[in-house]
């Protein structure tokens, strides 16, 4: 391999650029605390790293004073070896850094073993050799000298990349790369162990909030490695620029689509390296880049409350791992007890006393995303009635990290050692819910109901009343109830308004679900199995609902909150699970009258027999059949022959008026919504038993042609406004654009 060394010494930030030849990548190395260095009087290196440096052999050095470790680039290659993945690859996939030990100069070296297994081949690694040389301790620090090889190797194609376009409707065309993004991994100041990794899918939106609250989570002095891969800052919104300038990102903002970039801080105190793979605008074939050593000195000062032996597990936990934000802060650790929960309300006007509230343990399940489960906890412990509410744990596969928070947190972690279905499989998901469910009726075995609870949703202040609260309709109404959410699908600002209102529908559990034990034991005897292509809570719906209900309130008491997972994209989360609220009002007490069966039946074909009739003469995308203001019931008939109807004419309405366009949130047929002050209801005929047709003129049932769902999904609501940014690099004209990294445009 040669490299040309090109000098630019009028660039004030010392940018340096590196030219592979044959390849058609510039290398940018940037800092202003770094520059290229030849040192021939560096200390002598131990035998099995002293290699003959050429003559001019340029070795990156930063400006810092005490002795430093140099070493040849040559190093880099010896140290991992990658095989060039397929070209044409159509994800590109982000590795973590490999976990290593410190150690002497004098000592071998030894393979370096990959966190993460891809399926694909096309790969992103990033590997940290640690060599301490030596070490300074004081009372309250200690001085640590490290070589750190930041190792990237992988594919930058552009072959089959797709043009992300934000269209009007704010949807994204073509098929989307789900593995763009960045890769975020933190490493101990202390012994160079890898203490957090995660990816963030940033080439989707909604991932930039994630990647926020993981930022700020990270404690001040760990070493953070930021990996963007192609394409990873196009929904970046300004809130996420600003944590990566705070942090010394510089070089990577002017990355183009399909260029990489890597960021090395040291959190809170000073940018260690950064660098930015730019490719040739004239050349799309695969393109394989290493990137030179880095070589750092830090300090790393100690938490004093870690010397406290009251506080030695957590303190063992917090060096071990990070991502917990103040529940490891090196200064004002957060407090976090049942003890400083509050109790239930003095009176949830229900006319019982404190003896007789039910005990309702809560599930929590995850598989990895453990500091989701932590901020959980923190919500559940600072909500009335939490401090006394039983949780477990429900953890998919063994983790040794969720064992040592559940000692801390003195809560029960039960560990899923013999999942059967395949990782990252809707299978997988499928029997880990089926275990959590099964292992909470078990461990709690004199309880009556159980709340499944997933890892990532945020809980309003109400969530535990609210589920006792609406308990009682469970207990009278078995029969008629399979569960209650604490979800609702169509809740949107112009939806959703009484935080007392709930509703029957016909749905399935969803995002935090309370269940009686007969019925969580007939779920158990028949659920999804592996040989069938279903998600478990569909497979519920169509096994067990029958012609029962399921109670939702009109203000959801979870919010999903994520983007990129199983289910959930990062295009979905932005367009309507962002948009949906939480109840932020505390001791909300629900509105309970007439919810029983009998009466919510009686009450319905009442509001139908008043409501204004409203006849649909023009498109509803193009003129809302109903005023927005006028504090009124409304009904609007519409042509259902069932809910497998392809395509279903309440898709169309709900496209129009902003709702969400589930088939299943009804009550035998009936859609009921509110619409700003008004009330609608959407009835589909003939399948509803409430559509009488003998009484309606079948002339008024609203029955859309296929050109009007063709104008349907043109012209739908738009809930968001976010729009992706591409920079795509372009030939300079000057060398001074490519220097400055300013040959690109947007579109």
Not at 241 to 264: N, T
Not at 336 to 364: C, G, H, N, W
Not at 492 to 502: G, L, R, T, Y
Not at 630 to 651: F, M, Q
Request: charge should be positive.
């Amino acid at each position: 391999m040669s490299y040309r060394w090109i000098n630019q010494s009028r660039l004030t930030n010392a940018l340096h650029c590196i030219h592979r030849k044959g390849k058609g990548e510039l290398v940018h190395h940037i800092s202003p605390a770094y520059t290229w260095h030849f040192s021939p009087s560096s200390p002598p290196l131990p035998t099995h790293l002293s290699q003959t440096l050429p003559l001019g052999h340029l070795t990156p050095l930063p400006f810092i004073h005490g002795d430093m470790i140099t070493a040849p680039l040559d190093l880099l290659h010896s140290i991992s070896t990658s095989r060039s993945p397929p070209k044409n690859a159509e994800t590109h996939k982000i590795g973590a850094i490999s976990r290593c030990r410190q150690r002497s100069l004098a000592g071998p070296s030894g393979p370096i073993k990959d966190l993460w297994r891809h399926r694909s081949h096309t790969t992103v690694r990033i590997k940290i050799v640690c060599v301490s040389r030596f070490t300074r301790q004081t009372n309250t620090q200690s001085r640590r000298d490290y070589l750190v090889t930041v190792h990237y190797v992988g594919v930058c194609t552009r072959t089959n990349c797709y043009n992300k376009v934000a269209n009007k409707t704010n949807m994204v065309k073509g098929k989307p790369l789900k593995d763009i993004g960045i890769g975020a991994s933190v490493a101990s100041q202390y012994q160079m162990i890898l203490l957090y990794s995660s990816v963030f899918k940033t080439g989707m939106p909604a991932a930039a909030a994630m990647l926020e609250r993981a930022l700020d989570a990270i404690q001040p002095g760990r070493i953070l490695i930021l990996l963007g891969v192609p394409d990873w800052m196009n929904w970046l919104q300004d809130d996420t620029f600003e944590r990566l300038v705070s942090l010394g990102c510089r070089l990577g903002l002017h990355g183009a689509q399909g260029e990489p970039s890597l960021l090395v801080t040291h959190k809170g105190h000073r940018r260690l390296a950064e660098m930015l793979i730019t490719v040739d605008p004239e050349k799309i074939e695969d393109q394989l880049v290493d990137i030179a050593p880095v070589l750092f000195a830090l300090n790393a000062p100690s938490c004093k409350w870690h010397q406290d032996p009251s506080y030695s597990a957590r303190a063992t936990f917090c060096q071990m791992y990070d991502g917990y934000g103040d529940f490891c802060d090196c200064h004002q650790p957060l407090h976090i007890s049942p003890k400083y929960a509050v109790m239930f309300p003095p009176r949830m006007k229900l006319d019982i006393s404190d003896d007789e509230i039910q005990t309702i343990p809560i599930a929590l399940v995850t598989a990895k995303r453990l500091t989701n489960v932590l901020r959980q906890v923190q919500q559940l412990w600072s909500i009335p009635g939490g401090g006394v509410t039983p949780l477990a744990i429900f953890v998919d596969g063994y983790n040794p990290e969720a064992e040592q928070l559940g000692n801390i947190l003195n809560i029960t972690t039960i560990f899923h050692y013999n999942n059967p279905a395949p990782i990252g499989s809707k299978h997988r998901v499928n029997q880990h819910i089926k275990f959590s469910l099964k292992g909470i009726l078990q461990l709690y075995s004199d309880v009556d109901k159980v709340i499944i609870l997933e890892d990532d949703l945020v809980l309003a202040s109400d969530f535990i009343s609210y589920f006792h609260q609406a308990a009682i309709l469970l207990d009278f109404e078995s029969d008629s109830l399979m569960c209650v959410n604490a979800y609702n699908y169509n809740a949107f600002p112009h939806s959703a308004h009484d935080p007392s209102k709930i509703y029957r529908v016909q749905s399935y559990p969803y995002y935090g679900w309370m269940v009686k034990r007969k019925e969580a034991e007939s779920m158990l005897k028949n659920w999804a199995p592996l040989h069938v292509d279903a998600d478990w809570d569909y497979f519920l719906r169509k096994m067990h609902l029958k012609e029962r209900q399921v109670i939702i309130p009109e203000i959801p008491r979870t919010r999903h909150e994520g983007g990129g997972g199983m289910h959930v994209s990062g295009v979905i989360q932005e367009l309507t699970y962002n948009q949906r609220p939480l109840n932020m009002i505390p001791n909300v007490t629900l509105d309970l009258r007439r919810t029983w069966l009998f009466a919510y039946s009686l009450d319905m074909q009442r509001a139908l027999d008043e409501a204004t009739f409203i006849n649909i003469t023009h498109h509803p995308c193009e003129k809302e059949p109903i005023p927005r203001n006028k504090n009124s019931t409304y009904v609007i008939y519409i042509r259902v022959l069932g809910e497998t109807d392809k395509p279903h004419a309440w898709k169309l309405i709900a496209k129009c008026l902003g709702f969400y366009p589930d088939v299943y949130e009804h009550f035998h047929g009936i859609y009921s919504v509110k619409f700003f002050s008004a009330t609608l209801y959407v009835v589909g005929c003939p399948a509803s038993p409430y559509c009488n047709e003998f009484q309606i003129d079948p002339s008024i049932i609203y029955t859309p042609t296929a050109e009007e769902f063709g104008y349907t999904h043109r012209h739908q609501w738009i809930r968001s406004n976010l729009t992706a940014e591409i920079a795509v690099r372009i030939k300079p004209q000057y060398p001074q654009e490519e220097f400055a990294l300013t040959n690109f445009i947007y579109y």
